[in-house]
Nanobody, 126 residues
Framework: QVQVVESGGGLVQAGGSLRLSCTASGLTFDDYAMGWFRQAPGKEREGVSCVRWSGDKGYTHDADSVKGRFTIFRDNAKNTLYLQMNSLKPEDTAMYYC?????????????????WGQGTQVTVSS
């Protein structure tokens, strides 16, 4: 059974950094698309950054709101996905979710990912 577990959230001041981790089990990690999503109170869940592999080439998709500030990367040997978040803003405050899918898509769409973690809270104070 596929399981993903997030960690690394917390409270940080605006301009600060956090690194989220997601450990996956029950799957062949480098065969799966992986992604980070977030949901703020009263808002829909949205894609933040996703990565998938086709052959030896990796494809990433970042939301416009995080380009240049967030970086997604994965360590296949550790079955772990990371999200390095720099220059954090109060509007980045949300519950952050990790998700996996054997296919995924090129646009980090919520509907294209089928295995979800429980989430980790990120709060950015102004």
């Amino acid at each position: 059974q596929v399981q993903v577990v997030e960690s690394g959230g917390g409270l940080v001041q605006a301009g600060g950094s956090l690194r989220l981790s997601c450990t996956a089990s029950g799957l062949t990690f480098d065969d799966y698309a992986m992604g980070w999503f977030r949901q703020a109170p009263g808002k829909e869940r949205e894609g933040v950054s996703c990565v998938r592999w086709s052959g030896d080439k990796g494809y990433t998709h970042d939301a416009d709101s995080v380009k240049g500030r967030f970086t997604i990367f994965r360590d296949n040997a550790k079955n772990t996905l990371y999200l390095q978040m720099n220059s954090l803003k109060p509007e980045d405050t949300a519950m952050y979710y990790c998700a996996a899918d054997p296919v995924g898509d090129d646009y980090c769409s919520v509907s294209s990912f089928h295995y979800w973690g429980q989430g980790t809270q990120v709060t950015v104070s102004s």
